[in-house]
């Protein structure tokens, strides 16, 4: 069981903006920089936003990140097909005193 | 532009041992502190290790905690995962990863099986 919470999927219709959740706690979002990961399928996790709302240069201005107390979230907008893989969210967890992740969350485009 | 480049996974047999190697590239390695994460089907994504910049400090999941160390040669820009007492549950796609800045290598296979 995942200390950070995704939902296990979500999908939209290509154009459409899709918006994938992270809920933690105070040991670790509430306090700490978020990550997200995209996966393609047999590839490496790609880094899309660190620093909880930056992005590395050549990912597109169609995601976005924000952070809010405990919880964060990860905005695709314009979906296109191509984003069909699986995002993680990761933190610092002072309790744990390690990295944390989700489970992961599946979008599929419609 | 960073670049991070794991090494030396393959297949082992339980209680062996493997050492990793993840050579960086494209910043200032020795002012980074540098992780070691893994993944597997089952159990999803694992932190494994934490080392701070100059090496002194060094933190670990409690399920590798005695049998694995990580280490850095920052005049090689490269960190290690020494990996001791393989289990068949290490077997993973194993990762360095950037502190701060977040980004990862390609990943190298462990495969521990008899």
């Known amino acids: 069981q995942s200390v950070l919470t995704q939902p296990p999927s979500a999908s939209g219709t290509p154009g459409q903006k899709v918006t994938i959740s992270c809920s933690g706690s105070s040991s670790n979002i509430g306090i700490h920089y978020v990550y997200w990961y995209q996966q393609l399928p047999g590839t490496a996790p790609k880094l899309l936003i660190y620093?909880?709302?930056q992005r590395p240069s050549g990912v597109p201005d169609r995601f976005s990140a924000s952070k809010s107390g405990t919880s964060a979230s990860l905005a695709i907008s314009g979906l296109r097909s191509e984003d069909e893989a699986d995002y993680y969210c990761a933190a610092w967890d002072d309790s744990l005193n390690g990295q944390v992740f989700g489970a992961g969350t599946n979008v599929i485009v419609l | 532009q960073v670049q991070l480049v794991e090494s030396g996974g393959g297949v082992v047999q339980p209680e062996t041992s493997l050492r990793l190697s993840c050579a960086a590239s494209g910043f200032t390695f020795r002012d980074y502190k540098m992780h070691w994460v893994r993944q597997t089907p089952g159990k999803g994504l694992e932190w494994l290790a934490l080392i701070s910049h100059d090496g002194n400090n060094k933190d670990y999941a409690d399920s590798v905690k005695g049998r694995f160390t990580i280490s850095r040669d920052n005049s090689k820009n490269t960190v290690y995962l020494q990996m001791n007492s393989l289990r068949d549950e290490d077997s993973a796609v194993y990762y360095c990863?950037?502190?701060?800045?977040?980004?990862w290598g390609q990943g190298t296979l462990v495969t521990v099986s008899s």
């Open positions: 620093r909880s709302n």
């Open positions: 990863e950037l502190d701060t800045l977040g980004h």
